[in-house]
């Protein structure tokens, strides 16, 4: 049974601070890993996807690795800012006929000025 | 192209009554999935549909909650006498026809129960 956990579960930094948030999987054929962002009361906005198949994505500031055969994935945030105050949802979706995602429980962000 | 579209955003309900959420998947997508976020919980998978066919539903609660996603119109969760540990956020998220594993998520519905 797939278990996503996401350490640690928050997060107090000062704002310009290079941060890295840490996601681990028990089982690693999956078919991908996403990275999501959601805001208090609000949906999901994803960041970054990488296929099973790749090592690391980037978009702006944001940068994550995955090694599948550790069953890890790190989501690097450079320059951290107040507006990435947020909790940070790292999910795997699983391959093969199982197909849904998997979800972390989180890592709280606060970024202070 | 809009996102996908879920209502309403938020929705009151007493004990006992009904709740009923919609999900338009994107254009083009033949492929919902519906996750719940309880309070203070991570996001669960609860079930995943194509078109007129129910393919996963191993994390609906076995009683009381239903969905479908017909031919035509929108995707329906149903809750049937809800109760108030039905409170929760409800997310659909939408893929293509030509599953590229990637899920494109709507805004949430919250639901609260008197």
């Known amino acids: 049974k797939q278990e996503v956990t996401q350490i640690p579960a928050a997060l107090s930094v000062p704002e310009g601070e290079n941060l890295v948030l840490n996601c681990s999987f028990t089982?690693?054929?999956?078919?991908?890993l996403q990275w999501f962002r959601q805001d208090p009361g609000k949906g999901l906005t994803s960041l970054l996807l990488?296929?099973?198949s790749q090592r690391e994505q980037t978009s702006g500031r944001l940068n994550a690795s995955l090694d599948k055969s550790s069953g890890r994935s790190t989501l690097y945030i450079a320059a951290s800012q107040p507006g990435d105050s947020a909790t940070y949802l790292c999910a795997v979706f699983n391959a093969g006929n199982n197909r849904k995602l998997i979800w972390g429980l989180g890592t709280s962000l606060a970024v202070n000025p | 192209n809009a996102g996908v579209m879920q209502n309403p955003r938020h929705l009151v309900r007493r004990r006992g009554q009904e709740a009923r959420l919609r999900c338009s998947p994107m254009?083009?997508?033949?492929?919902v999935y519906w996750y719940r976020q309880l309070p203070e919980e991570g996001l669960k998978f609860m079930v995943y549909l194509q078109k007129e066919n129910i393919i996963d539903e191993s994390g609906m609660p076995k009683e009381r909650f239903s969905a479908e996603f017909p031919k035509e119109g929108p995707s329906i969760l149903r809750i049937q006498q809800v109760v108030r540990g039905d409170s929760a956020a409800y997310f659909c998220a939408s893929s293509p026809q030509v599953d590229t594993g990637e899920l494109f998520f709507g805004e949430g519905s919250r639901l609260t129960v008197l």
């Open positions: 254009k083009g997508h033949s492929h």
């Open positions: 990488i296929q099973s």
């Open positions: 089982d690693s054929a999956i078919y991908n």
